[in-house]
């Protein structure tokens, strides 16, 4: 283990794609002041785990009841510097975000503040978007408050939405031209400050 890397947690509840753009980064050595440490999952299921198993990251399942206790629990366990929601469908308290000030981040299938705040997640996003007619889409990396959607942004980028286009077509672009970029720049960069900070100590 290399103390002076951030160690970074991912929490997912489905398919983990985006934990998946993560895990390629990393392996590739492109997270230098980055170590993927852990990965916690709401839902048994979820195919992110098998992801991070077969990349040999630590994974847990936690149920419903205490999560967050069991969460935190885990977190000082792995001494985690950098708490990435990536495609987590639970909200988390404000005792627990408050916890971790500016060292929560995630990333929102739209341009907040657009198409964002509580029920927007997943393809309903994207049928917003579409209903609505907007030319341009894309995705925000931010850090995690009490609000949901509502923490500082951190990254942005635009993607064409195109005439044809459905929710699920729509989503596909966004994630493979813009999530699938700025989330693991958006670790990168974080972990590089928490990285230069401690040298500085």
Known sequence: MNSSKARVAV???GGGTNLQ?????????RLPHADISLVV???KSAKALERAAKAGIRHEWIPKEHFEEDLIRLLDEEK???IVLAGFLR??????TRRYPERIINVHPSLIPSFCGEGYYGLRVHEAALNCGVKVSGATVHFVNEVPDGGRIIAQKAVDVMDDDTPETLQRRIMEQAEWVLLPAAVEKIAKKIADSREGE
Do not use: E, H
Request: aromatic share 8%.
């Open 11 to 13: 929490l997912v509840s």
């Open 21 to 29: 753009a993560i895990i390629d980064q990393w392996k590739a050595g």
């Open 41 to 43: 999952s709401n839902r």
């Open 80 to 82: 985690i510097d950098i």
């Open 91 to 96: 909200i988390l308290s404000a005792d627990f």
